[in-house]
Nanobody, 126 residues
Framework: QVQLVESGGGLVQAGGSLSLSCVASGRTFSDYATGWFRQAPGQEREFVAAITWSGGGRYYADYVKGRFTISRDNAKNTMYLRMNSLKPEDTAVYYC???????????????????WGQGTQVTVSS
């Protein structure tokens, strides 16, 4: 059974930073691309960032590019999201996800991800 568990969310002032972690279990973590998505109240879940199974490729949504950094440590079965220069509009529940398909490329499409964590709340105050 594949499980993804996020941690690290919280309340921060605008301009501040937070780091999220996602620990995976249940299948070989290093064989699958992974990503971060977020969902604000009343809005659809949107793509934030993704990283290839090897960690060699990283992709970002335009609205976080230059502020967020995605990374992974395959030895620890863990993915990270470092968020700097946070804005109130970054407020959302953040979800980690693991792609379907062995060693497939990253994707910004949430339908390409087979497994999801329970989410962690990030709140940025103005």
């Amino acid at each position: 059974q594949v499980q993804l568990v996020e941690s690290g969310g919280g309340l921060v002032q605008a301009g501040g930073s937070l780091s999220l972690s996602c620990v995976a279990s249940g299948r070989t973590f290093s064989d699958y691309a992974t990503g971060w998505f977020r969902q604000a109240p009343g809005q659809e879940r949107e793509f934030v960032a993704a990283i290839t199974w090897s960690g060699g490729g990283r992709y970002y949504a335009d609205y976080v590019k230059g502020r967020f950094t995605i990374s992974r440590d395959n030895a620890k079965n863990t993915m990270y999201l470092r968020m700097n220069s946070l804005k109130p509009e970054d407020t959302a529940v953040y979800y980690c996800a693991s792609r379907s398909g062995l060693r497939r490329p990253t994707s910004p499409n949430r339908n390409d991800y087979a497994y999801w964590g329970q989410g962690t709340q990030v709140t940025v105050s103005s």
